[in-house]
């Protein structure tokens, strides 16, 4: 690839992420490796490709799991139809490229320099069903309860 280093902007031009809103997003997990932590412990570097198709846009995020984030790799394992693999105690990265899953995102805040960015909360198959909204119908089980002592048995004669 031939390019003009002396272009006007070359070396100007900073890629700029915004936020997307807190929720769900599908994903497809593009790329997955086996490395080492900044303290040195093991760990695996996830790269997704994340999808808000409401507003027709994509954005990269990347997860670093830890072999101490055992929580975390269950819900990764189990989102990429591992689970069984998951039991052997063994994240295989390469299995993992390529799999269509759901995650939930949440926005860390702006600190040491750095701009605030989105970052995997949970990972799963599918998305929540969301919360029914309609509040129950009926009478209280411990009102039914108190208004069974209160009234007098009539079906007993005695």
Not at 20 to 49: H, M, R
Not at 67 to 91: P, Q, R, T
Request: with cysteine; proline share 7%.
């Amino acid at each position: 690839m031939k390019f003009d280093p002396t272009a006007k902007d070359a070396g100007e031009k900073k890629m700029e992420f915004d936020t997307w809103p807190d929720g769900y997003y599908d994903a497809v997990v593009t790329a997955a490796e086996e490395g080492v932590s900044k303290k040195q412990n093991p760990q695996t570097v996830v790269e997704l490709d994340v999808f808000d198709d409401a507003n027709n846009r994509k954005q990269k995020v990347w997860d670093y799991m830890g072999a101490a984030a055992v929580w975390k790799i269950e819900m990764f394992m189990n989102a990429c139809d591992l689970s069984d693999e998951f039991m052997s105690g063994d994240l295989d990265p390469a299995a993992t490229i390529g799999k269509n899953i759901v995650v939930s995102l949440r926005t860390q805040p702006a600190k040491d320099g750095f701009k605030a960015k989105n970052t995997v909360k949970a990972y799963m198959k599918e998305r929540p069903q969301p919360k029914s909204k309609a509040k129950p119908t009926g009478v209280p089980v411990q009102q039914q309860r108190q208004a069974a002592k209160a009234a007098p048995d009539q079906d007993c004669p005695f």
